[in-house]
């Protein structure tokens, strides 16, 4: 299964909280830390129940944040990767409630737990 397929069964990663964002320059990688990956199907029969994650973003040659950092809390209302090139990721997360941040990369990987 793809990256990209991943996201789309966890549908976008819709209304997961972003409870940390990491940025290590030496190693140029982002780490994201949302409350739960399934939160899309939160309220619904077939949700399996809360599991938060870390999405790592490697090798990383651009970030842009377009959000307002002064609310109480960010969510992400979809999430959506491209292949740029054959080696390069393009992700956008948009986030609620409103902006969004863009980052281009190698690897994207999530870490369940």
């Known amino acids: 299964m793809t990256i990209q397929d991943r996201i789309e069964s966890l549908g976008g990663l819709h209304d997961a909280s972003i409870v940390s964002l990491a940025w290590s320059a030496e190693e140029r990688r982002l780490r994201i830390v949302v409350d739960d990956i399934n939160s899309n199907t939160n309220g ?7 599991l938060g994650a870390t999405l790592i973003f490697s090798e990383v040659t651009h970030v842009e944040v377009d959000a307002n950092l002064t609310v109480g809390g960010l969510m992400v209302y979809d999430w959506t990767i491209a292949r740029q090139e054959p080696t390069t990721y393009a992700s956008s997360l948009m ?10 990369c190698r690897s994207i990987e999530i870490v369940e737990g």
């Not at 619904?44 to 809360?50: D, H």
Request: no cysteine; hydrophobic share 25%.
């Open 95 to 104: 986030l609620s409630p409103g902006g969004k941040l863009t980052i281009e």
């Open 44 to 50: 619904r029969p077939e949700y399996p129940g809360a």
